[in-house]
């Protein structure tokens, strides 16, 4: 079992940064993709950014393309989100996601990202 918990949301200006971190605990990430997927209030869950277990290969929602940047960290078990140039938009709720082929094996309780204008 695996556990991840996501830490480093918060409130920031418009244009401003933010580090979000999931930190997985139970077992190692070894051979997960990881995904992070944000919800804001009365929408939908939706795909923010993707990265593969070695980390060459990413993949991001267009709306945070240029903005945000997914890595990782295997030693210690944890995937980072530095997300750049916010908007007021990208306030939501943020998870991180465990990925196997063909689902999305474990998630975390999400960290609140508020942006304001």
């Known amino acids: 079992q695996v556990q991840l918990v996501e830490s480093g949301g918060g409130l920031v200006q418009a244009g401003g940064s933010l580090r979000l971190s999931c930190a997985a605990s139970?077992?190692?990430?070894?051979?997960?993709?990881m995904n992070w997927f944000r919800q804001a209030p009365e929408n939908e869950r939706e795909f923010v950014a993707r990265i593969t277990w070695s980390g060459g290969n990413t993949d991001y929602a267009d709306s945070v393309k240029g903005r945000f940047t997914i890595s990782r960290d295997n030693p210690k078990n944890t995937v980072y989100l530095q997300m750049n140039s916010l908007k007021v938009e990208d306030t939501a709720v943020y998870y991180c996601?465990?990925?196997?082929?063909?689902?999305?094996?474990?998630w975390g309780q999400g960290t609140q990202v508020t942006v304001s204008s």
């Open positions: 996601a465990a990925e196997r082929p063909g689902s999305y094996v474990y």
């Open positions: 139970g077992r190692t990430l070894t051979g997960y993709a």
